[in-house]
């Protein structure tokens, strides 16, 4: 290819719907067509899995299996499934070993391990339980990926008291993160971390990421925005009699775009230097056949369902290719790493992702109004999930708590 269409197809990839569907290769050279083992090999030499510890929640099947499978294929020592179905997911983690086994490193090493820790998003205390059991392997934390999603779904409140979607796609992702955060520093857990060789420490857990999946979806929600007002509404009369399971599943994945930006702008504030380490992405997958989606469309799309349907035909992916935005988050340079060198950024090869960016086809992609333009409704988004999370003694004075007590929060 001429270097002139090269480029043409660069400055357009991400042109609705024609760069997507002629699958044209953005800046970051992949593209709609890219699957997420492709990230990550071609990935490999800017960013090495080697070494890395990775927790993939709804890794049993979807676009949850196919991250982890790259993930474990593309070197990384251990990767945890955190699923629901404890059966469906020794299941899969038993798939992701053998193949692993089988594709061993260049250098012969050993290959990754997989297991499955049981967690329900729905439920606060398995959040929590799940968490326990991690801190109990004595791991360091490199990605973290909140996949396991509700799709639209009928009303109904956990047993926490909140909206589903909400909770599933937003609260119980929250929680995880704050409850893995320490491990996400590179931490030891313990208070001695003052005494700690705090290069060792940065060395070992450079550059941790948490990747939320969104859904493009997120410009079907309520009006507007968020209805912070429903989730605190405890009769819940007014909320089951205006709930719309379209609205609801893109206002949960409105907030998950929020929380993206304003933790990543937290963390990048933050003086701690192991703090601005971590990086927050979030990344719209594209429109895939999965159990999720099936029951979505079947149960609770109506006509704006079939109708998305009808017209998302022509684009929609496989589970692969809809898994390589997720992927991508997990290995691609962002602008934040320190130890990035000036020639890696000049590179041609080298693709940096800013903190916090929405990631579609595997690349840097405009979110909607709200994300772009409405930073009040975001930090309130944001307060929000920080309170109804804030229940556990190990939550209540960590570094997000802190941030929202001094209000460092930017968008
Ligand atoms: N498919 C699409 O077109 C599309 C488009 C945009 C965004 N997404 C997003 O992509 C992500 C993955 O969805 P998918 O399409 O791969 O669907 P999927 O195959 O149905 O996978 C969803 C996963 O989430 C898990 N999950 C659901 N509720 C859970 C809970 N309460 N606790 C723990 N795990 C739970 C499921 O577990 P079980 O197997 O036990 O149910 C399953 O492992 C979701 O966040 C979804 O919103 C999908």
Request: proline residues 3%; positive net charge; contains cysteine.
């Amino acid at each position: 290819m001429s270097s002139t269409a090269r480029a043409f197809e660069r400055k357009h990839a991400g042109c609705w719907p024609v760069g997507h569907l002629a699958g044209w290769r953005g800046p970051s050279g992949f593209s709609s067509r890219s699957t997420a083992r492709e990230v990550v090999r071609e990935n490999a030499g800017l960013h090495t899995l080697h070494g890395r510890v990775a927790v993939v929640t709804g890794a049993n099947c979807g676009v949850g299996f196919e991250t982890a499978r790259a993930i474990a294929l593309g070197g990384a020592e251990v990767v945890v499934l955190a699923c629901r179905d404890s059966i469906a997911g020794a299941e899969a983690a038993r798939v992701i070993q053998d193949e692993a086994r089988f594709v061993a490193g260049d250098d012969g090493s050993s290959s990754c391990r997989v297991c499955c820790l049981r967690v329900d998003m729905e439920s606060f205390e398995s959040v929590r339980t799940f968490a326990d059991a991690f801190a109990r392997l004595n791991l360091p934390l490199h990605i973290l990926v909140h996949n396991a999603g509700l799709m639209p779904a009928p009303y109904e409140r956990t047993r926490d008291g909140h909206e589903r979607h909400m909770q599933v796609n937003v609260l119980s992702p929250v929680l995880l993160t704050r409850l893995l955060f320490r491990a996400l520093r590179g931490e030891d857990d313990g208070s001695n971390t003052a005494g700690a060789d705090e290069g060792a420490l940065l060395e070992k857990n450079a550059a941790a990421r948490v990747v939320f999946v969104t859904s493009a979806a997120h410009r079907f929600t309520y009006p507007e925005g968020v209805r912070l007002s429903r989730q605190t509404d405890t009769h819940h009369q007014a909320s089951r009699a205006n709930h719309d399971p379209m609205r609801a599943y893109g206002e949960s994945k409105l907030c998950v775009l929020f929380l993206a930006k304003i933790f990543a702008c937290a963390c990048e504030a933050s003086r701690a230097p192991r703090q601005r380490r971590v990086a927050f992405f979030a990344a719209h997958p594209g429109a895939i056949v999965t159990k999720g989606s099936e029951r979505a469309r079947l149960e609770s799309g109506g006509w704006r369902g079939a109708a998305l349907h009808a017209i998302g035909r022509p684009f929609l992916k496989t589970a692969e290719a809809g898994a390589a935005s997720v992927a991508f988050c997990c290995v691609a340079r962002f602008e934040a790493e320190e130890d990035a060198s000036s020639e890696e950024k000049d590179g041609k090869n080298s693709f940096f992702l800013k903190n916090g960016a929405y990631v579609v086809n595997c690349d840097a992609a405009r979110a909607s109004r709200f994300v772009e333009r409405d930073v009040r409704l975001a930090r309130r988004a944001c307060r929000f999930a920080i309170t109804a999370t804030n229940a556990f003694p190990e939550t209540r004075n960590d570094a997000f708590a802190e941030q929202l007590a001094n209000g460092a929060y930017g968008a």
